[in-house]
């Protein structure tokens, strides 16, 4: 069965930087999009980026410049780094395997079909 399993989060200073993981299995890694989304506290879901098989990738614009979304095929694993960090970051982040693209709207709109537990990431001083 499909598991997502994400570590890394933590407790970070203003400005301050993260490298989270994402470990994949029970489906083809390498052939498959793959995101990140974040759910800050009270509100909904927050897609963050996507990293397409070919390492094509797409960043939301509240994290885009700041955030770097890569992938190591060969270990099955998914990364964000989250460098200069706000305290509006400050969210649980899941990794989720992509399933396909839907317009809403005329708005790109990344869709999952699996996620896993999540971390959580806290930026406070």
């Known amino acids: 069965q499909v598991q997502l399993v994400e570590s890394g989060g933590g407790l970070v200073q203003p400005g301050g930087s993260l490298r989270l993981s994402c470990v994949a299995s029970?489906?083809?890694?390498?052939?498959?999009?793959m995101l990140w989304v974040r759910q800050a506290p009270g509100k909904g879901l927050e897609w963050v980026s996507t990293?397409?098989?070919?390492?094509?990738?797409d960043y939301a614009d509240s994290v885009r410049g700041r955030f770097t979304i890569s992938r190591d095929n060969a270990k099955n694993t998914l990364y964000l780094q989250l460098n200069s960090l706000k305290s509006e970051d400050t969210a649980v982040y899941f990794c989720?395997?992509?399933?396909?693209?839907?317009?809403?709207?005329?708005?790109?709109?990344?869709?999952?079909?699996?996620w896993g537990q999540g971390t959580q990431v806290t930026v406070s001083s």
């Open positions: 029970g489906f083809t890694f390498a052939s498959a999009w």
């Open positions: 990293i397409k098989p070919g390492d094509e990738t």
């Open positions: 989720a395997k992509g399933s396909g693209i839907a317009y809403v709207g005329g708005k790109r709109q990344y869709e999952y079909d699996y």
